[in-house]
């Protein structure tokens, strides 16, 4: 059984830092392409990031430049080390892997204030 369990969102003053893990079972994510999604109250779910199975990494929209996604194959979890965060990266932030279903996590909340 698949389980993809996103951490470490938390509330942050604008210009801080947060990183986000996903930690997944079931699922080897150095094999498969890992993204993360964010989804802002009352508006659609978007693409921040994704990392391809052979490590290289893309970024979208306004993510680009501030974070930076990673992986750790040993502890099978995905990072979304997110900088000089604004009030609009307020999200709820999710990450998913794609095989021949779609998998995803429950999500953390990230709130910045200004």
């Known amino acids: 059984q698949v389980q993809l369990v996103e951490s470490g969102g938390g509330l942050v003053q604008a210009g801080g830092s947060l990183r986000l893990s996903c930690a997944a079972s079931g699922i080897i994510l150095s094999m498969n392409v890992v993204r993360w999604y964010r989804q802002a109250p009352g508006e659609q779910r978007e693409l921040v990031s994704t990392i391809n199975s052979d490590g290289s990494r893309i970024y979208y929209g306004s993510a680009k430049g501030r974070f930076t996604i990673s992986r750790d194959n040993v502890k099978n979890t995905v990072y979304l080390q997110m900088n000089s965060l604004k009030p609009e990266d307020t999200a709820v932030y999710y990450c998913?892997?794609?095989?021949?279903?779609?998998?995803w996590g429950q999500g953390t909340q990230v709130t910045v204030s200004s």
């Open positions: 998913n892997v794609r095989t021949q279903n779609d998998f």
